[in-house]
């Protein structure tokens, strides 16, 4: 629960604290170790009950946490305004050069002692309450004690009504003040190792001990410590507690996140639903404009509608596409607007009347062929607001709504609408379906489970999947009684998801509940959730795993359970995007929200309701909230106004200005702006001394502020497809940066004289350097000897000094090298004397290789190799089908100048995915027996003279796609008519694409291809 994880970081700021020399009052040390032990057994109580709602539902967590998770926030807000209070001044101190004066008075000591016992206490007693009404309340009974008025004013204002009491306090107390003896202080082997100092100097006093941390204390077995709340990746299954034989066995079961792409799409049961799906969208009837896809909730409605809407030829088929999500509480014109932002771009039509807004829809779907979705529609009345909006113009458009009541569909009158009723699996189907989920083998489970899990789930294929992740995770000997004591009533899947939701460790579930930030259906980029999760204190890492090994396995284990969905896979087989279930927004999520983890905001009020602690912004929050009193706890902005056009967005600014204004900081600790429109930052954006996370991803911000390179937290700066050329030099001299995200940023060597010894030493990620003729210093480079991931451009003459230092990356994951020359042309790689790192799985060579890729010595541990503009003479298909993990294999523009390339037997034994793009020579391709048996994806583009050889034909057992752009029609034309391609979707694009650069001009076509690759697309405009 996100209050285990909330009293932990209190834990571990209050450690901090303690160890710091600049704190000497002992009364506040005294009270600093009272309330440690005070979180601890806080901690452990709130483990022991979440232990006696997964089993019997006599604690009422929700309202444990609801009550507790405010007060632990003010806690947290205490003490770290007092740090950051004391930081400031400490700068002050120094620009006045007042080194004499103490930083810290004794007087603010005593002042923020007093104000933290009473929330401690506070906070103790409302945790003690709730747990005494909780045991008298009658079992499975939700009702919790409600939140007395003094409390509901306490999380509403967050302030203390303790400021008499210290204003009486202080004057008597100063006077009383003795040294601290060492007996106060906790002992080494009780601390908690802080997971990171809010500020550099200040609480500086370094880490402790590893026997200190959260996760090592709980093998003490003393009573005051705190049950372990990390989930590392070698404790896949663990809740808490040291790991036993059943448990180990467990894990050995687990899959890896990797095989959930050999997967097919559970449908079972259902695949002729989906076939008649498909069938209804794509057959040119004049009749079924409007299709409707009806069923209970976790019948598989959205998955159903989503498999056939991504089909490639479903992509080719309607140039025009729109997924759009309908709330309970709809408005007909929000939802056009959001249609329409999905197939042109908006410049006015937000401000349109709603009459008017539908004929501009009209206008822009005229003569197009589109197919626009409505999910999860739950009004009757909605098909009669948006209908104007749409003509049938027998072109073969379709408009598809989902919608779990049949009574929706019916009421709509349209003589041409076409309804599919899902139906409800089979017990045979059920089985089956379980049987995938849980990865046992079926003679190991008792039979009775079979009939068991048909009742309870009554064939609904969400239930059915969360059960079979749930139960996944336990001995299948327990099976039988967790579901004889489940009950899952008339909503299967509702109530399937609460017992998950309620079985995940402690660690997780604030995890889970992050997701609902996201709005409905959005899809999330794992990288982006990583590094939010990161930031947002949700992680606990240990000495020997880095939070960026946690989050993963944090990920990997949410997956597995069946409570997160894999959107999009990225061609190695790793996740790329991701999203949460929809069921979970309206039985999960909202218990987040009424316990103030997070705040939606989604529509124009007033004032806040409280003292928000994240927010997601839907709708503008600036200018809409005149007092800041609810602003000045905020730690995490994202914003989803995406909005299209040519005006700035000022609402960021405006925000950070109001919640600065009054203490002269904020506690603003992520500040995520991914796709919003230009937004405006100013210098005040230094004023956020705890920021870790600065996402500005697709911005299209031509600068950032000076005051960014001075935020002493700054863990990860994303400017990736930005207009930045330059960042600050103090970036550059940044000690906590983990992650640097550039768009070919230019090093200015000139300057890293001037940089501390200590700078970018904890760099992990540094992607989109640009290096001229003058390589870095060599000192510089060896401080980032940590980099898992690097992408460097370089001019090929400070290239032949960078090679040496890339050999000794020894922790180096991903690779992406550029050589330029001085008019940033694609120039020579010259590779031959460099070693590769063993830990290499991914790698992107753009420039001209040895004629013999065998040179290379390329790691037995790549997975995926992308070659551009390479030159090859010699076919490197040979040595490339000897890399026994590589699974991925893209040749792009001119990486092989040879007219012959042969792919021979046993060859490339893991490989999936093969493109082959402009390989203008290339006249004969063969592919020899017991070649590429597992290939799924091959995309040949602009390999204008090949022709197809009979060995071909040795794929389709195995492929899933064929795509060929712009090829030849004699190809094309064999291909489509030939039996062995007849199982195999074959998709044919004719595209527009600028001219190829004479050989030895410019490289602005392979940038371009590079962008659609990761963008992940492949249109680049039709004829």
């Not at 197809?948 to 004699?970: F, Q, V, Y």
């Amino acid at each position: 629960m996100a209050a285990v994880i909330t009293v932990s970081s209190l834990i571990d700021k209050l450690q901090a604290l303690l160890n710091n020399k600049e704190v000497t009052s002992s009364r506040l040390k005294s009270q600093i170790s009272c309330s440690i032990e005070k979180l601890r057994q806080c901690c452990k109580l709130l483990t022991v009950a979440e232990g006696k709602q997964s089993s019997n539902q006599i604690i009422n967590i929700d309202g444990l946490e609801t009550n507790l998770l405010p007060q632990a926030y003010i806690v947290e807000d205490i003490i770290d305004t007092f740090v950051l209070g004391a930081e400031l001044k400490r700068r002050q101190m120094l620009t006045k050069l007042h080194s004499c004066v103490p930083l810290v008075s004794l007087l603010s000591q005593i002042r923020f002692s007093i104000e933290m016992k009473k929330s401690i206490n506070d906070m103790e007693g409302l945790f003690h309450k709730q747990e005494q009404a909780s045991e008298t309340v009658h079992e499975g009974d939700s009702a919790g004690p409600s939140i007395s008025d003094e409390q509901k004013s306490a999380h509403t204002t967050g302030k203390s009504n303790s400021n008499e009491q210290i204003a009486q306090a202080v004057e008597s107390r100063v006077s009383d003040e003795q040294p601290v003896s060492t007996g106060t202080s906790i002992s080494d082997e009780q601390q908690v190792h802080p997971s990171g100092e809010p500020v550099s100097h200040f609480i500086g006093a370094g880490p402790t001990d590893s026997a200190g941390s959260v996760d090592q204390r709980v093998s003490d077995g003393q009573s005051t410590q705190t049950p372990r709340s990390s989930f590392s990746g070698k404790e896949q299954a663990q809740t808490v507690g040291p790991i036993t034989s059943e448990e180990e066995h467990l894990q050995q079961r687990q899959a890896k996140i990797s095989d959930h792409l050999d997967e097919e799409l559970d449908f079972v049961g259902l695949k002729d639903e989906v076939n008649k799906l498909f069938q209804a969208t794509v057959k040119r009837q004049t009749l079924r404009f409007l299709i409707s896809v009806v069923g209970a909730a976790g019948a598989g409605k959205t998955t159903i509608v989503r498999t056939v809407y991504n089909r490639a030829d479903i992509v080719q088929h309607f140039p025009y596409r729109a997924w759009v999500h309908v709330s309970k509480e709809f408005a007909a014109k929000d939802l056009l607007i959001d249609m329409l932002k999905q197939v042109t771009t908006i410049k006015d039509e937000e401000r349109l009347p709603l009459e008017k807004l539908q004929e501009r829809v009209r206008e822009v779907l005229i003569r197009k062929r589109y197919l626009i979705v409505f999910d999860d529609v739950q009004a009757f009345d909605i098909w009669d607001h948006l209908k104007n909006a749409f003509t049938n113009s027998l072109n073969g458009s379709r408009v598809l709504l989902t919608a779990r009541n049949k009574e929706i569909t019916d009421k709509i009158d349209d003589a041409g609408k076409f309804t599919l009723e899902l139906r409800q699996l089979t017990i045979d189907e059920s089985w089956t379906l379980f049987l995938k989920r849980v990865r046992t083998d079926e003679s190991s489970i008792d039979p009775e489970l079979r009939n068991q899990i048909f009742k309870k789930c009554k064939g609904l294929p969400l239930a059915i999947v969360v059960l079979g992740g749930l139960l996944s995770n336990k001995e299948s000997s327990s099976w039988s009684k967790v579901i004889e004591r489940a009950d899952f009533g008339d909503d299967p899947s509702k109530a399937v998801l609460a017992l998950a939701y309620q079985d995940l460790p402690p660690a997780l579930k604030p995890c889970l509940l992050y997701l609902g930030l996201f709005p409905k259906e959005y899809v999330i980029p794992i990288r982006r959730l990583f590094q939010l999760w990161d930031a947002e204190g949700l992680v606990k890492s240990s000495t020997e795993e880095s939070p960026e090994d946690v989050v993963e396995a944090y990920f990997e284990e949410l997956l597995r359970r069946n409570m997160i969905e894999v959107a999009r896979w990225r061609l190695d087989g790793s996740p790329k995007t991701c999203r949460a279930p929809g069921i979970l927004y309206d039985n999960v999520f909202p218990n987040a929200a009424d316990s103030r983890f997070f705040y939606i905001n989604r529509t124009s009020i007033a004032e806040l309701p409280y003292r928000v602690r994240r927010v997601a912004e839907y709708s503008d929050i600036s200018n809409q909230v005149s007092s800041s009193d609810n602003l000045e706890s905020l730690r995490s902005y994202i914003s989803f106004k995406t909005r299209k056009g040519d005006t700035p967005a000022d609402e960021v600014d405006k925000l950070l200005n109001k919640i600065i204004i009054r203490k002269g900081f904020a506690l603003l600790s992520v500040l995520d702006l991914e796709h919003v429109y230009k937004p405006i930052l100013s210098e005040a954006i230094g004023k956020l001394p705890l920021l870790k996370y600065l996402g500005l991803r697709w911005t299209f911000l031509d600068s950032i502020p000076n005051s960014v390179g001075g935020l002493p937290c700054l863990e990860t700066l994303d400017v990736k497809h930005t207009n930045i050329t330059c960042l600050p030099m103090s970036i550059w001299n940044s000690k906590k940066l983990r992650h640097l995200y550039m768009n070919e940023i230019y090093l200015d060597v000139s300057i890293q004289k001037q940089l501390a010894s200590e700078s970018l030493g904890n760099l992990l990620t540094l992607w989109g350097l640009l290096i001229g003729k003058k390589k870095p210093r060599e000192d510089w480079l060896n401080r980032l000897i940590g980099l898992r991931k690097l992408a460097l451009t370089c001019h090929f003459e400070s290239l032949k000094e960078i090679i040496p230092w890339i050999s000794k990356l020894m922790n180096l994951h991903s690779l992406k090298l550029r050589s330029i020359d001085e008019f940033s042309r694609p120039s020579s790689l010259e590779l031959e004397a460099m070693s590769m790192p063993h830990k290499l799985s991914e790698l992107y060579l753009l420039g001209k290789l040895s004629p013999d890729i065998g040179v290379l010595r390329l790691p037995q541990t790549l997975k995926m190799l992308t070659l551009s503009v390479s030159k090859l003479e010699k076919d490197p298909m040979s040595e490339l089908g000897k890399l026994p993990n590589l699974s991925i294999l893209r040749l792009f523009a001119r990486s092989y100048l040879g007219k012959e390339m042969i792919c021979e037997g046993k060859g490339f034994p893991e490989l999936r995915v093969l493109k082959l793009w402009t390989l203008e020579e290339l006249e004969q391709w063969t592919v020899q027996e017991g070649s590429m048996p597992r290939l799924r994806e091959l995309e040949i583009r602009r390999c204008e003279k090949l022709k197809e050889t009979g060995g071909w034909k040795r794929l389709t057992k195995t492929l899933k796609e064929l795509i060929l752009t712009n090829m030849p029609d004699a190809l094309v034309k064999g291909i489509k008519q030939s039996k062995e391609w007849a199982n195999v979707p074959v998709i044919v694009n004719i595209w527009d694409f600028a001219p190829l650069p004479a050989r030895e001009n410019g490289a602005n076509s392979f940038r371009i291809e590079e962008i659609v690759e990761e963008l992940g697309t492949t249109h680049l405009g039709s004829t």
